[in-house]
């Protein structure tokens, strides 16, 4: 049974990581959903936001075959987590003057925006998980999507805790940890029946 | 100040660099600028750039600790080396590929002899570099070589771009080892998951330890003795792992799996504790999974890679760190034991499933030959195979009373592979006797090397098991795809002897059982390489053998 796993993968902020995460998922035979990347707040590293379609073990391979990348730093399997997991859609609708309100009404329900107008038609932005943007984008449908640009995933886990702070991997630090600190979310260390 | 290639090799003798296997062309010439200003570095010029890269191997496979070191040109240069370094990737070996690039202005503009190395080298390095500013080329090379020879070892790459060969810089040798937060050091065993197979062990009523390559490159031969004598654990290894424990010891078993000894497939499948150290459980190991150590009740993996644990088999218990210090560790914890009606049943099994062959035909048979070749090592000398049912045979016949080196392209099964790597084992062995033993086949596809091989000197014994075939796909042909014998016919290969006349190598040849011993003494006598071809019963197989899609007790064996 293969499920979607959300990965939040911490990584050095250098050229060419993103084709080495990519390039070991290809590799391994697992299928990317959704990956996103971007800079942290410190601007040497970079964090990847990867949904993968696995199945259970399967899983647990692709979270230490990336680990094993030495462009990472830290690999976190957040799947199931009290997560926020959002998204982003562009999508430029039809609407004509006369037609707006209606869409406007429907903008507001999913508290979106609209960040364009023109002549004949706007650009409505909204954020939140996938299901809510999937929702959205049917609603849209009737009324004329022109064009649509939708993120990938981005993730944090709820509370007042960093999940993986970062001075843990500090280069100056003392030598670190043992390897399932790596590896948070799946254990580093396998236990289970043959 | 220095230019880029001057620091570059500078860095090299930093690192403890001696041999470099290389090739030039356009994109590096500057590094051979002033490769003849450095005379620590010793260049041996390969005849092509695959052969580098499989040198390289072989010299650090043979001389543990070290890196092999291989230099390519840009383009078809660095594309020759992808097989190499794939061999080495998957074999776990610490190889250093420094590869020209076009200048760095004029990469993406596909202009003469350019490619994208780091890119079609990507899945099978361990990591890669391409130097953008002058000033990083010393604490790369450093870097590269802490990557490749630590942790789970393996093959990276530099791409070096011209223009920063010849750019200029102060040269510093970083002072302070290599720390990356994204690479820690391996981890120490984890002292509970050692009490606990200590405990194991202590209960177990049929154990049975597995070694790897993993024992070899972690030097923990000793160290898996003390474990198997203290508590008289029967040792069974894999390809890779040949060498690791003495063949001869009473608590020895064999080669496990697909085409391992019969007497190991049936410990194996019968333990009720199996520890594999040092090992990635692969499908020539496990044969088909599910029959696989069927009544194991307590699985135990040992391994520096955590990506190895619970890939194909899952276990019990496992430990993550460098094998000989969790072996250290665990033998200060192991109690002295002995199952004395184990260890009679297993060897009733080494009575009922000897690794022997049978001579139907009066021709010469392989074992013969190895036969003849292992009573002239002494436990000593370096073995190196290539792939096929030269490599099969001559690890089953490994006869060693010590730990040694066997070595073999066991992961990806790169023919051609053991004649190249030969070179690399004997120049960074020259007090050992190094034999190479190989196929028609494989040895043809780096035949090349013979020139460098002459050029240098390089005393490596080359036996050459001639069944005018590719054996191991005749075999299977044979035996498992309806006996259609398709595109194994290779009697028109060169006739040894005048090959190694034409390249200047001595070469002698024959079919007759009585010549071998004589031309063994011979190519030993000799102080330089020499071949010896051995026209071989063109019908021997390997046994024993699992049948395609066939258990691990399902082993066919000689009759």
Same mark, same amino acid.
């Given at each position: 049974?293969?499920?979607?796993?959300?990965?939040?993968?911490?990584?050095?902020?250098?050229?060419?990581?993103?084709?080495?995460?990519?390039?070991?998922?290809?590799?391994?035979?697992?299928?990317?959903?959704?990956?996103?990347?971007?800079?942290?707040?410190?601007?040497?590293?970079?964090?990847?936001?990867?949904?993968?379609?696995?199945?259970?073990?399967?899983?647990?391979?692709?979270?230490?075959?990336?680990?094993?990348?030495?462009?990472?730093?830290?690999?976190?399997?957040?799947?199931?987590?009290?997560?926020?997991?959002?998204?982003?859609?562009?999508?430029?609708?039809?609407?004509?003057?006369?037609?707006?309100?209606?869409?406007?009404?429907?903008?507001?329900?999913?508290?979106?925006?609209?960040?364009?107008?023109?002549?004949?038609?706007?650009?409505?932005?909204?954020?939140?998980?996938?299901?809510?943007?999937?929702?959205?984008?049917?609603?849209?449908?009737?009324?004329?999507?022109?064009?649509?640009?939708?993120?990938?995933?981005?993730?944090?886990?709820?509370?007042?805790?960093?999940?993986?702070?970062?001075?843990?991997?500090?280069?100056?630090?003392?030598?670190?940890?043992?390897?399932?600190?790596?590896?948070?979310?799946?254990?580093?260390?396998?236990?289970?029946?043959? | 100040?220095?230019?880029?290639?001057?620091?570059? *090799?500078?860095?090299?003798?930093?690192?403890?660099?001696?041999?470099?296997?290389?090739?030039?062309?356009?994109?590096?010439?500057?590094?051979?600028?002033? &490769?003849?200003?450095?005379?620590?570095?010793?260049?041996? &010029?390969?005849?092509?750039?695959?052969?580098?890269?499989?040198?390289?191997?072989?010299?650090?496979?043979?001389?543990?600790?070290?890196?092999?070191?291989?230099?390519?040109?840009?383009?078809?240069?660095?594309?020759?080396?992808?097989?190499?370094?794939?061999?080495?990737?998957?074999?776990?070996?610490?190889?250093?590929?420094?590869?020209?690039?076009?200048?760095?202005?004029?990469?993406?503009?596909?202009?003469?002899?350019?490619?994208?190395?780091?890119?079609?080298?990507?899945?099978?390095?361990?990591?890669?570099?391409?130097?953008?500013?002058?000033?990083?080329?010393?604490?790369?090379?450093?870097?590269?070589?802490?990557?490749?020879?630590?942790?789970?070892?393996?093959?990276?790459?530099?791409?070096?771009?011209?223009?920063?060969?010849?750019?200029?810089?102060?040269?510093?040798?970083?002072?302070?080892?290599?720390?990356?937060?994204?690479?820690?050091?391996?981890?120490?065993?984890?002292?509970?998951?050692?009490?606990?197979?200590?405990?194991?062990?202590?209960?177990?009523?049929?154990?049975?330890?597995?070694?790897?390559?993993?024992? *070899?490159?972690?030097?923990?031969?000793?160290?898996?003795?003390?474990?198997?004598?203290?508590?008289?654990?029967?040792?069974?290894?894999?390809?890779?792992?040949?060498?690791?424990?003495?063949?001869?010891?009473?608590?020895?078993?064999?080669?496990?799996?697909?085409?391992?000894?019969?007497?190991?497939?049936?410990?194996?499948?019968?333990?009720?504790? *199996?520890?594999?150290?040092?090992?990635?459980?692969?499908?020539?190991?496990?044969?088909?999974?599910?029959?696989?150590?069927?009544?194991?009740?307590?699985?135990?993996?040992?391994?520096?890679?955590?990506?190895?644990?619970?890939?194909?088999?899952?276990?019990?218990?496992?430990?993550?760190?460098?094998?000989?210090?969790?072996?250290?560790?665990?033998?200060?914890?192991?109690?002295?034991?002995?199952?004395?009606?184990? &260890?009679?049943?297993?060897?009733?099994?080494?009575?009922?499933?000897?690794?022997?062959?049978?001579?139907?035909?009066?021709?010469?048979?392989?074992?013969?030959?190895?036969?003849?070749?292992?009573?002239?090592?002494?436990?000593?000398?370096?073995?190196?195979?290539?792939?096929?049912?030269?490599?099969?045979?001559?690890?089953?016949?490994?006869?060693?009373?010590?730990?040694?080196?066997?070595?073999?392209?066991?992961?990806?099964?790169?023919?051609?592979?053991?004649?190249?790597?030969?070179?690399?084992?004997?120049?960074?062995?020259?007090?050992?006797?190094?034999?190479?033993?190989?196929?028609?086949?494989?040895?043809?596809?780096?035949?090349?090397?013979?020139?460098?091989?002459?050029?240098?000197?390089?005393?490596?014994?080359?036996?050459?098991?001639?069944?005018?075939?590719?054996?191991?796909?005749?075999?299977?042909?044979?035996?498992?795809?309806?006996?259609?014998?398709?595109?194994?016919?290779?009697?028109?290969?060169?006739?040894?002897?005048?090959?190694?006349?034409?390249?200047?190598?001595?070469?002698?040849?024959?079919?007759?059982?009585?010549?071998?011993?004589?031309?063994?003494?011979?190519?030993?006598?000799?102080?330089?390489?020499?071949? &010896?071809?051995?026209?071989?019963?063109?019908?021997?197989?390997?046994?024993?053998?699992?049948?395609?899609?066939?258990?691990?007790?399902?082993?066919?064996?000689?009759?």
């Amino acid at each position: 049974m293969t499920q979607s796993r959300l990965l939040s993968v911490l990584v050095d902020n250098k050229p060419g990581v993103l084709q080495r995460v990519a390039s070991m998922i290809r590799r391994r035979g697992f299928n990317i959903d959704s990956l996103s990347v971007g800079p942290t707040d410190d601007d040497t590293i970079s964090r990847m936001t990867i949904t993968v379609h696995v199945g259970r073990q399967q899983a647990e391979q692709a979270t230490k075959q990336l680990a094993k990348l030495i462009d990472v730093i830290t690999i976190d399997d957040i799947t199931g987590l009290r997560n926020v997991a959002h998204e982003l859609v562009l999508v430029r609708m039809h609407a004509p003057p006369g037609e707006r309100t209606e869409l406007l009404n429907l903008v507001d329900i999913f508290r979106g925006r609209i960040v364009d107008v023109a002549a004949s038609s706007v650009i409505i932005e909204v954020t939140g998980s996938a299901e809510k943007i999937d929702n959205f984008i049917e609603l849209m449908r009737p009324y004329g999507i022109k064009e649509l640009a939708r993120s990938g995933v981005v993730a944090l886990v709820r509370g007042d805790q960093a999940r993986i702070r970062l001075m843990d991997f500090a280069i100056d630090g003392d030598e670190p940890q043992t390897e399932p600190s790596r590896v948070a979310g799946v254990a580093g260390d396998t236990t289970g029946t043959v | 100040m220095l230019t880029g290639a001057q620091i570059a *090799l500078e860095s090299l003798i930093r690192e403890g660099v001696d041999t470099i296997f290389g090739y030039p062309g356009g994109a590096n010439l500057w590094l051979y600028r002033y &490769l003849p200003d450095y005379p620590a570095l010793h260049h041996v &010029l390969v005849r092509h750039e695959q052969g580098g890269a499989h040198a390289a191997d072989g010299y650090a496979r043979s001389k543990r600790g070290s890196v092999g070191v291989v230099f390519a040109t840009s383009g078809p240069g660095a594309l020759n080396l992808v097989t190499g370094l794939a061999t080495a990737y998957m074999d776990s070996v610490p190889v250093v590929a420094i590869t020209g690039q076009v200048p760095s202005t004029a990469i993406g503009t596909d202009s003469f002899q350019e490619s994208d190395v780091i890119g079609s080298t990507m899945s099978v390095v361990k990591h890669s570099y391409l130097i953008t500013r002058v000033e990083d080329i010393a604490p790369t090379i450093q870097e590269a070589f802490h990557i490749a020879r630590t942790g789970r070892p393996g093959p990276v790459l530099i791409d070096f771009p011209k223009d920063l060969q010849a750019a200029v810089s102060v040269f510093n040798y970083p002072e302070t080892p290599v720390r990356r937060r994204s690479y820690p050091a391996p981890p120490r065993p984890d002292p509970a998951k050692l009490r606990q197979i200590a405990e194991l062990i202590k209960g177990a009523k049929r154990p049975v330890i597995l070694a790897g390559r993993g024992v *070899l490159i972690a030097r923990a031969e000793e160290e898996l003795a003390e474990l198997a004598h203290q508590a008289h654990i029967p040792v069974g290894w894999t390809l890779l792992g040949t060498g690791a424990f003495p063949v001869t010891d009473p608590m020895a078993l064999q080669m496990v799996g697909f085409m391992g000894a019969g007497y190991t497939n049936k410990a194996v499948c019968e333990a009720d504790v *199996l520890i594999m150290i040092g090992m990635r459980c692969d499908d020539r190991v496990t044969t088909r999974l599910d029959s696989f150590a069927p009544r194991v009740e307590h699985l135990v993996h040992i391994d520096i890679d955590p990506a190895e644990i619970g890939k194909n088999v899952v276990p019990h218990v496992s430990v993550v760190a460098d094998a000989k210090v969790a072996l250290r560790e665990l033998n200060l914890l192991v109690e002295p034991k002995r199952e004395h009606q184990w &260890l009679t049943q297993i060897d009733q099994w080494k009575e009922e499933h000897p690794v022997r062959f049978t001579n139907h035909s009066g021709l010469l048979q392989p074992q013969q030959v190895l036969e003849e070749m292992y009573s002239r090592c002494e436990d000593e000398a370096i073995v190196l195979a290539d792939v096929g049912q030269n490599q099969i045979w001559a690890a089953l016949w490994f006869n060693y009373s010590k730990p040694g080196l066997f070595l073999n392209s066991g992961g990806t099964g790169t023919m051609g592979y053991a004649f190249p790597a030969s070179m690399g084992a004997k120049l960074a062995n020259p007090h050992k006797t190094v034999f190479c033993v190989t196929g028609e086949g494989g040895f043809v596809m780096n035949m090349q090397e013979m020139a460098t091989m002459v050029e240098n000197n390089i005393d490596v014994n080359v036996i050459i098991l001639n069944n005018s075939s590719l054996g191991m796909v005749r075999q299977f042909q044979d035996d498992f795809y309806d006996g259609v014998r398709s595109a194994v016919d290779l009697t028109f290969t060169p006739d040894f002897v005048k090959l190694g006349d034409a390249f200047g190598m001595k070469a002698m040849s024959t079919d007759r059982v009585e010549d071998v011993g004589r031309m063994l003494d011979e190519a030993m006598a000799h102080k330089g390489p020499v071949l &010896l071809n051995f026209n071989i019963d063109p019908n021997a197989n390997v046994y024993p053998i699992v049948p395609l899609g066939k258990g691990m007790l399902d082993f066919v064996e000689a009759s």
